[in-house]
């Protein structure tokens, strides 16, 4: 059986105050002349479909094209969980009716395992969504009192999977987490603010294969056949050096996989260039593409003028720039953090600490994270 795992599309994403539709629109193109040139039995998407829990229309009527070729067009099926940006119950809308066109969209986990099953000439392949959930909600649909965190709450699901798992027989489990030791990039939303949102990759031993999403570095996570697909465009600075992709898998009939990347090229890539603005303002090179997303590092230590003006005149999305000489000169600079670079928790003691004049106490830091890690939840059900 032959299958493309992707994941973190991210639609309606917003980076520096830039819509990037269009460029999604384009990936996403060259992911349906893929699917027309291999034939795979199906397409899966390992969460963060939308980046926001009400997408905007736009967004929405780029999912219904896609999927309205893919399936329709390409007659391929359709596997997708929600993820920790997704709505699920916007996710899941009409997934019943959606069922029966080989669309199948799962928002949110249930008291039984989410199964597809899907033949090819070797018999029949069991793919098993597991899409996110926080642990409360895994502890109220389970009836698991034990689900207290992300490990303990993606054991429950998975050991439930297991158990209704024909033995001998080839598997797949779609699930969106962070697995312990995986490489994380600066444009993810944290799981939770305590941090206790890693999961051992003990946790989806047993599968033939795991195609995770979360993460935006397309890498294998802990074990053979436990992968991320990373996401389909850089969303951050951080993510430069990423190599976007989908992974395309090939199962043979013992449920051995093989999986290749197949790039995908941007419309626009994201950069960072660094040097003097004399420089940087200069002819671009020759293949340079004037219209990449770019951040600006100035090593100038002089005065400048209108320094996003003249920088975009030669490269008209600069949508960052940074002085690294005067953010490194005064005791004010010094002392202010590069809020870019902080977690939610780690901002809020730096707010708290410059407010109140003390750090924050442990048992002050635990009230902020429960009380964030809820308001989260009623927005993710209010979204629903």
Known sequence: MRFIHTADWHLGRIMHGTHLTEDQAYVLDQLIMLARDLKPDA???????????????????????????????LGVALVAI????????????????????????????????????????????????????????????????????????????????RAVHPPDKRSVLIAHAYVVGS????????????????????????FNYVALGHLHAAQSAGAAGIRYAGSILKYSFSEVKHVKSVSVVEMDSAGVCRVESIP??????????????????KEPCENENREDYIMVRLLDTEPLL???????????????????????????????????????????????SQVMQEDLKPEEAAAYETIVDDLRREEREAAS
């Open 306 to 352: 209108d320094v996003m003006g003249r920088l975009r005149e030669v490269y008209p999305n600069v949508l960052h720039v940074e002085r690294p000489y005067l953010e490194a000169q005064g005791s004010w600079s010094e002392q202010r953090p590069d809020h870019r670079k902080l977690n939610d928790k780690d901002l809020f003691a730096a707010f708290f």
């Open 43 to 73: 397409l899966i998407i390992s969460g963060d479909v939308y980046d926001r829990p009400v997408p905007p229309a736009e967004a929405v009527e780029l999912l219904d094209d896609f999927l309205s070729r893919l399936v329709l067009d």
């Open 82 to 161: 929600g993820g920790n940006h997704d709505s699920p119950g916007r996710l899941g809308f009409a997934s019943r009716v959606l069922a029966g066109r080989r669309v199948h969209l799962f928002g949110s986990v249930s008291d039984l395992p989410h199964e597809v099953t899907l033949e090819d000439a070797s018999g029949p392949v069991h793919f098993y969504a597991i899409p996110y959930a926080e642990p409360s909600v895994v502890r109220e649909r389970l009836g698991c009192d034990t689900a207290r965190d992300h490990e303990t709450a993606t054991r429950a699901l998975t050991d439930a999977v």
């Open 183 to 206: 490489s994380p990039s600066e444009s993810e939303r944290p799981l939770s603010v305590g941090g206790a949102d890693q999961v051992q990759a003990t946790c989806f031993e047993g």
């Open 264 to 281: 995908l090229k941007p419309r626009r890539d994201v950069r960072i260039k660094e040097g003097y603005l004399k420089e940087i303002v």
